[in-house]
């Protein structure tokens, strides 16, 4: 998904780095609701779990492999807003320190992987979270559901702006039906890993689960000597 320099002409690139900056900056806004004690850790931890998880490549057909977007995973555990912003430091760094996607491309990889992913997923999420019983198990149908519907929205995203703006002598038709292909079977590699890891913290620590919110249980004060069914207000 790392999109390389010259793939997309100049104005698309200058676009689309405009475009990340502002949401990047909407994020930061928005982050600070979101952040407290307990969660500012956790989202360093995020970020590295991604940067790690994104240096591995798993097979999804002949000669052809994928990795963890990330997105769905941090938008779970720490929110949309600061999960975008883990996941864009990752780019940032993958893109400066390792090559990792071109510097002129790291507007569009930002927009296609921390922000596309997690407004996808964490919407999806939302909806499934509302619609499903209020258990655990609906919270990782939930993260399943977001995490893999994630990934081709972000294809189809780098499609249109292809479609706009390609550099490349690829035809579109061609070039839109290998990317959704591909991008279908890393969105089932993405809900695996997604579902797993969240799966792991909500056993273990379900107050670390951004989404999980729903699933706790409001702290009752009762006055000393009241019945247990009197609660203070």
Do not use: K
Request: include cysteine; aromatic fraction near 4%; charge should be positive.
């Amino acid at each position: 998904m790392h999109v390389p320099d010259g793939f997309l002409d100049a104005p698309t690139s200058i676009a689309t780095g405009v475009a990340a900056a502002g949401a990047v900056a909407l994020c930061l806004r928005g982050a600070r609701r979101e952040l407290d004690d307990r969660t500012a850790p956790l989202a360093g931890i995020v970020a590295a779990f991604v940067f790690a998880a994104q240096m591995l490549n798993f097979p999804v057909g002949a000669g052809t492999s994928g990795h963890l977007l990330g997105g769905a995973l941090a938008a779970a555990l720490v929110g949309p807003w600061t999960g975008a912003l883990c996941v864009a430091v990752v780019l940032v760094v993958q893109a400066l320190v390792f090559a990792d996607g071109g510097l002129t491309a790291l507007g569009t990889n930002v927009l296609l992987m921390a922000i596309c992913t997690v407004i996808v997923s964490y919407g999806v999420m939302r909806l499934l979270v509302a619609a499903l019983p209020r258990r655990r198990g609906s919270i990782l149908v939930a993260v399943c559901g977001g995490a893999l519907l994630s990934v081709p929205s972000a294809a189809a995203l780098f499609v249109g702006l292809y479609a706009v703006g390609g550099a490349v002598a690829v035809p579109l038709p061609s070039l839109a039906g290998a990317m959704l292909t591909v991008h279908v079977l890393i969105g089932l590699g993405e809900a695996l890993i997604t579902s797993l890891v969240v799966g792991t913290v909500l056993a273990t620590r379900p107050d670390l689960v951004f989404i999980a919110r729903s699933l706790r249980t409001p702290l009752e004060r009762r006055r000393a000597g009241a019945p247990a069914d009197e609660v203070s207000a």
